[in-house]
Structure formats: C-alpha cells, structure tokens
C-alpha cells in the first residue's frame, strides 16, 4: 500500500512539474544587482575590403555611438534590459547603414521583408515576427508579441494584423526605399543569385559595383544586463537581397540567432542565417554557460571559431551574461560593434 501511496505522489509531481515550468532560479555570485552593461552588433563580413574612407568609417561609428546612448540611457534611468535592448536596436533601424527597418534589402519581387526577435532573460518570455513589410521599427512589432501574444512568431500580414492592435508605426513601402539596396537587388537580379544579407556598403554611389559584391551581413542587435540582474537580447534584419519564397533567416528565430536566459547568458547573432539555424548558436552558447559552467569567453569561442567554422559558416555574435561579462566573436575580417562595460568602459569597433 505505501509503494502504490509514493506511486501516487511521483506521478502528481511529474504533472505539476510539466504543466509548470519553473522560472530560471537566479546564478549566485556576489553584487548581481547594480550592475549595467550593454553590446551591440551592426553586422559582420568582410569589411576590410571595402575599403572605407575616415568619414564613412566615422558615420558607421556615429550611429553604434548613438544606439548605444539610448540603451545605456535606459539602463542608467533604472531601466529594464528589455527597455534598453528595443531602445538600442531602433536607433539602427533607422538608419540606412544597416540591413535592419529603413535599410532593410530588397526580396526578389522588389519588396522589403524584415524579421526581428526579442528575449527576456528573466522569465523567458519571447516575441518574434518575420516577413513584415510595412512596420517601421520590427523590433518593436517583435515586443508586442512577446507581451500580447500566446505564440511566439508571428509571420507577413498575420503578424502586421495583430501588431496593428497595440499601437505599433506603420509606414508605407517607400519609407525602406533607398538607391543602394535597389542597385544591390537590380544586379543580384542580373546575376540571377542571392545576396547574403546585404553585400557591400551603405547608400554612398562612391561605392563601385566590384565593392558591392564582397560579402556584407548587416544584422543589428543588442544584449543587455539591466540593474536587477535581468538580460535581454534583441535583433533585427532585412534578410537577403533578392531572397525568393517567403525565406526566413535566424534573426527571428528563438535559439538560433536570439536567446536570453538569466541563467545562462544573451547572445544576438549576425551572419549567413542558414549557419547559423543548423548550429543553433544561440542556444549552444548557453547551454555551454549553463550545464558545463564554463565562462562566456571559451562558449563563445568554441561555437563561433570552432562550431561555425566547421560547417564553414560565417558571421559572429555579441554575449552578455548576469554579471556583466561581455563576450563576442567573428569570423569574418570586421563585425560592426560597440558595447559599455559594468565599469562605464566604451568603446565602438568596426575590424
């Protein structure tokens, strides 16, 4: 009778256990709270050969300056990671310098589809769209899933649909209009191939038509740790140029190229989507912090110049973890990229 008794009891606790998935206990280490620290990425590719004048160098530099600014006001006000990472992320949706809201690429049919992603460490909750054509700010489409909706990822008209509830910008088609992209679609086009990302540079006609092809993926995000020891990560893209069939990258995707867990640490991705989708670099980051317990530093390593490049895969990431540390990779020649440390440390880099 006691044997069928603790049978009983087992069974009762199993279904509790999977009908409740318990919340991240916080990692234990001294002086979690108080701390803030923010990273950003504006994309990786082979940077070097676009050979980039001062000033354009300086106006790439500008914006990271500028969307690392607003996050870190955010965080600095007492704001919450996710606060400071849809903050960050919109300064560089603006911008026509990268592959993200206003330059966004063109799809084959001569249209802009964007997808971004968002994850709360804290409770790991999540937001995704990803085809959507007319959201000014993707990111920000993204958040209001994450808190409105029972799915995680929303798609195309569906996803505008449901966003178009909660106050979200919408703009018109031409707004994501600029040259650049449009020569970049009309020649990859001509060459009947899709360009990774965004191939080559900003909306600058000083830029010829060989320094366009040198590959160039212009994926944005931003992870943070806000003073309640909470990490977020967040990103955002216009995928490829002249993608065809509805294709979607990692950017929105939770696990592959966005993942946030306060028990592990927040990683944004950036690079050729499908590398980073069939090695789920994200997650491998975070389950090597998480159940090896080794530091950000050698989790980052390993998946970036080790599992990545074994598969020949190309890109990088940005890390940030409860306490502060912040780690990113590339294998690539540059990745755009800036982060504020615990200790108010900047600093803004490109190769």
Aim: charged share 20%; proline share 2%; glycine share 10%.
């Amino acid at each position: 009778m006691r044997y069928i008794f603790f049978l009983i009891g087992i069974l009762c606790m199993s279904i509790t256990s999977c009908n409740n998935p318990a919340i991240p206990e916080p990692m234990s280490e001294q002086s979690i709270e108080g701390k803030i620290a923010i990273a950003i990425h504006g994309g990786a590719g082979n940077l070097k050969k676009l050979n980039l004048t001062e000033a354009q160098e300086a106006e790439y530099k500008a914006v990271l300056d500028s969307a690392l600014n607003a996050g870190y006001a955010v965080l600095k006000k007492g704001g919450t990671s996710i606060d400071a990472v849809e903050a960050t992320i919109q300064v560089m949706e603006d911008s026509p310098l990268f592959n993200a809201g206003k330059g966004a690429v063109f799809n084959h049919d001569g249209k802009n589809e964007m997808d971004a992603a968002i994850m709360n460490g804290a409770d790991l909750s999540c937001g995704a769209v990803a085809g959507v054509q007319h959201v000014k700010n993707p990111i920000r489409a993204a958040r209001v899933v994450m808190e409105n909706s029972e799915h995680i990822l929303l798609t195309a008209k569906g996803a505008e649909d449901f966003v178009s509830q909660f106050g979200v910008q919408f703009v018109d088609a031409s707004y994501f209009y600029t040259d650049l992209r449009w020569q970049q679609l009309k020649e990859a086009i001509a060459e009947d191939s899709v360009k990774l990302d965004h191939d080559g540079k900003k909306a600058s006609a000083q830029f010829t038509i060989e320094q366009l092809r040198e590959e160039k993926f212009g994926t944005v995000g931003c992870v943070a740790l806000d003073q309640f020891g909470n990490i977020a990560a967040g990103t955002s893209t216009g995928g490829l140029t002249n993608k065809r069939y509805g294709r979607i990258g990692d950017a929105p995707l939770i696990g592959a190229g966005t993942y946030a867990n306060n028990n592990s640490c927040a990683v944004s991705c950036t690079g050729r989507g499908e590398d980073f989708i069939r090695n789920t670099i994200a997650a491998d980051i975070a389950a090597q912090v998480e159940y090896l317990k080794i530091p950000l530093d050698s989790a980052v390593h390993h998946s970036i110049q080790e599992k990545l490049k074994a598969t020949k895969g190309r890109g990088g990431c940005i890390a940030i973890d409860r306490f502060g540390h912040i780690s990113m990779s590339f294998t690539t020649t540059g990745m755009y990229r800036g982060w504020i440390d615990c200790e108010g440390k900047r600093e803004v880099s490109i190769y």
